[in-house]
């Protein structure tokens, strides 16, 4: 799902920057005008593509790219609590958080829940839908780019002098569009 670096090779990825898109322009549909962005590194290129186009996004729509609300480090509960409190903790925190993969964003459902931040994931995971809120998200397909791989595979094997040009195919993605992204306030306290 990563482009190579240093050689030319056969490259089967997801539109980052179509369903980075599709996720902040529906949080900006919401109403949402303070969105984050969370992520774990971005020496990843996925990461970097999605930063990229939230904020690019958030300016199209006249609204601050705020360094502030960017959060990157997101690899463990602890991190994940910390990246919530420094955004809730800011004197105008924002309303929802763009998460730029399924893993943080798992992490990040806890302490989300409990600063009742709105949340758009890129990447489902498993029981996103059971979740309260159930939990919207960039919707990706590993079984097709498993298959494309492997078919891509089987055609170098079967003509390894013929045609070496390396292919570029990217899959699309599309929005589930659940609960999490609307406004909501905090977790009642008990």
Same mark, same amino acid.
């Given at each position: 799902?990563?482009?190579? +670096? ?22 900006? &549909? ?14 990843? !290129?996925?990461?970097? =593509?999605?930063?990229? +186009?939230?904020?690019? /996004?958030?300016? =199209? ?15 463990? &509960?602890?991190? $994940?609590?910390? $990246? ?30 409990? $600063?009742?931040?709105?949340? /758009?994931?890129?990447?489902?995971? !498993? ?6 809120? @159930? /939990? ?14 492997? =078919? ?7 003509? !390894?002098?013929?045609?070496?040009? @390396? ?20 977790? !009642?306290?008990?």
């Amino acid at each position: 799902d990563w482009e190579p +670096v240093g050689h030319d090779s056969d490259v089967i990825h997801h539109d980052d920057a179509a369903g980075a898109r599709l996720a902040v322009e529906h949080l900006i &549909e919401h109403g949402h005008r303070r969105i984050a962005f969370t992520g774990d590194s971005s020496d990843l !290129p996925t990461t970097r =593509e999605r930063l990229r +186009v939230h904020r690019e /996004v958030l300016r =199209e729509h006249g609204l601050d790219c705020r360094p502030e609300f960017e959060r990157l480090g997101v690899v463990d &509960e602890r991190t $994940a609590d910390e $990246a919530i409190r420094g955004i809730t903790g800011l004197s105008e925190p924002p309303t929802a958080v763009f998460s730029s993969n399924a893993a943080c964003t798992m992490l990040l459902v806890p302490p989300l829940l409990a $600063a009742g931040l709105s949340l /758009v994931s890129f990447g489902d995971f !498993p029981m996103a839908s059971s979740l309260t809120p @159930p /939990v919207c998200a960039v919707d990706q397909d590993p079984a097709a780019m498993g298959s494309l791989a492997a =078919e891509r595979l089987l055609a170098r094997s079967r003509s !390894p002098l013929g045609d070496d040009s @390396p292919t570029r195919t990217v899959l699309p993605v599309r929005l589930i569009h659940r609960g999490s992204c609307l406004r909501r306030g905090p977790a !009642p306290t008990a």
